[in-house]
């Protein structure tokens, strides 16, 4: 598939990859819908730090994901969907699982039965690395079992076999992207890489964090956009689920360290007990297999952990930038 020309809808389009995606798809020519969170501050996110020439290009959707006539009207005449709208942060789905399982069950649904409706050409899923949990064998590659190992990620299984259930019940053209840890610019500040980063350039003398020992396969937001279309592209994607990784993995305490030496070799880590996750609920490793992506789509990644942290740490040091972030709280 050519993207160029294709009527494209971004759900989750104000987020972090998101944004970074609608970019990439402004610059395959193709026309895009950028379906955004109704609020009414009238906010579009990231989108909002787009300049006018971007936004011109594109066509704002603001909605809810969990109202099924929204998406509806939002897919009329659209040939592809990217469905990456979700509630994604881990400790706050401990709390509040009721919403995951409405924001990223039942939205996953809604948009899955307005495809089938509207005979959309191809539908791409969002999963998370997050559904294997701890790996049981690595590389994890997508025949590993998935683990429910928090209310978010339970809910991203359930919303993953619903695309399942939905390519082999009624052939909905549908890929399952299941991206590793994604980081860069705009990444939100419950993710670990902008927590050490806003901490160190606000002169935090002691970096706050959780567990230290687990290990993650960490990918440029730029990379994972370019996996997102790869499988757009792909004919062989359809029905398929497929990893985006790195095929590497890094502890929390190395990567803590390296953005120590970065920014401000000085600083030191404390562990703290509130940031820990409860024992059973903790993903201990996390490192991808990259070969169906490579075999199906001829996706490769372009960054290294080194140059990709580089470029995050030159993009949260600008003023307008890192004002956005609250260093100083535990943003869960």
Not at 91 to 116: C, E, R
């Amino acid at each position: 598939m050519n993207l160029s020309g294709k009527k494209v809808l971004v759900t989750g389009a104000d987020g972090f990859i998101g944004s970074h995606l609608v970019e990439a798809l402004i610059g395959k020519a193709a026309s895009v819908r950028a379906f955004v969170f109704y609020n009414s501050f009238n906010s579009w996110g990231w989108l909002d730090s787009f300049s006018h020439e971007q936004l011109s290009a594109i066509e704002i959707f603001p909605g809810d994901i969990r109202d099924p006539n929204g998406v509806r009207k939002a897919m009329e005449n659209i040939d592809v969907v990217f469905h990456l709208a979700a509630l994604i942060a881990i400790p706050f789905s401990y709390h509040s699982p009721d919403s995951f399982v409405d924001t990223n069950i039942k939205g996953t649904l809604n948009v899955l039965q307005a495809a089938k409706e509207l005979k959309t050409e191809k539908v791409l899923v969002t999963s998370t690395s997050e559904v294997y949990g701890t790996a049981l064998y690595t590389p994890i590659d997508e025949k590993h079992p998935y683990q429910g190992q928090s209310p978010y990620s339970a809910t991203k299984i359930g919303a993953d076999r619903l695309a399942e259930s939905f390519y082999r019940s009624f052939s909905l053209p549908v890929s399952i992207v299941r991206p590793f840890n994604t980081y860069g610019p705009r990444q939100s500040a419950r993710a670990v890489i902008p927590t050490v980063i806003t901490q160190l350039l606000d002169g935090a003398r002691q970096i706050k964090l959780g567990d230290l020992s687990t290990t993650r396969d960490f990918n440029y937001c730029k990379d994972t956009v370019s996996g997102f279309i790869k499988i757009a592209e792909s004919d062989r994607s359809i029905g398929e689920e497929i990893n985006i990784s790195s095929g590497t993995e890094i502890s929390i305490g190395q990567l803590a360290e390296e953005l120590i030496r970065e920014i401000n070799p000085d600083a030191e880590i404390v562990c703290e007990q509130a940031r820990l996750r409860p024992d059973k609920s903790e993903v201990r490793q996390l490192i991808g297999c990259n070969k169906k992506i490579k075999e199906l789509c001829g996706w490769t990644p372009e960054y290294d952990l080194g140059r990709g942290i580089v470029d995050t740490v030159e993009w949260f040091r600008k003023p307008e930038n890192l004002s956005r972030y609250k260093s100083w709280l535990y943003n869960i």
